[in-house]
């Protein structure tokens, strides 16, 4: 009987422990549901898109910025090489940049699609989100809208590179290259390939907001972001 009590009693202290270690875990006494939960993390994402998107859409915002600088796709990079030892870096340089310039057009037309898609995203599990990653909100974002912002998006590149003449210029390089002897033609899809690049690039941007609004209480300008926010810290 004794032995029983005493098993009983040590089950009860490891349940106990591990139970108060998992309460601790959770913020306690703040009153804050799911749905305001998930309009903190669209008000951190829409922050995102306003502090840090827009940088993506001035004069280089792409091209000069490491972080979402759209390099040349694997195909065209052989191009590229080929273009600098013949004595045409100049020519590559161009190739290159304007492909960022047509990624910084697209964007600042595209910035309200990013808008509508973040009023519209339904959070499934709000607080999982906020108590995840520094980049949990704009990963989630990413899966739930990444399909439907390539379709509004791809022709919007597509006009940009008629806009600011990327089209005829990687028309010349692609004929120049094709016509020098030992080399296969190629074709890329660049409309394809610096969408997506792009799109990379915006939600990259977004995740330095949200991690500046997790780490930073600083930078949690409104009393939903400091109400929201301090419950994962």
Known sequence: ???????VLVFQLVGCAELQ??????PQGTGIGNDQIAQGLREALNMGIEKQVNKLTSEN???KNELVKILLPEELQKVDKTLRDIGLSSLADEGLRIINRAAEDAVGEAT?????????ITFNDARQILLGNDNAATQYLQQATKTQLYNKFNPVIKNSFQKVGADQIWSNIITKYNSLPLTNDVNPDLTDYTTNEAL???????????????????????DLLKKVFALQD
């Open 1 to 7: 009987m004794k032995r029983l009590l005493l098993c």
């Open 21 to 26: 270690q998992v309460v601790n875990q959770l």
């Open 61 to 63: 915002g792409f091209y």
């Open 112 to 120: 309200p699609i990013f808008v509508q898609a973040v009023k519209g």
């Open 200 to 222: 990379e690039g915006v939600y990259a941007m977004i995740a330095v907001e949200e991690k500046e609004i997790r780490t930073k209480v600083s930078s949690r300008t409104t």
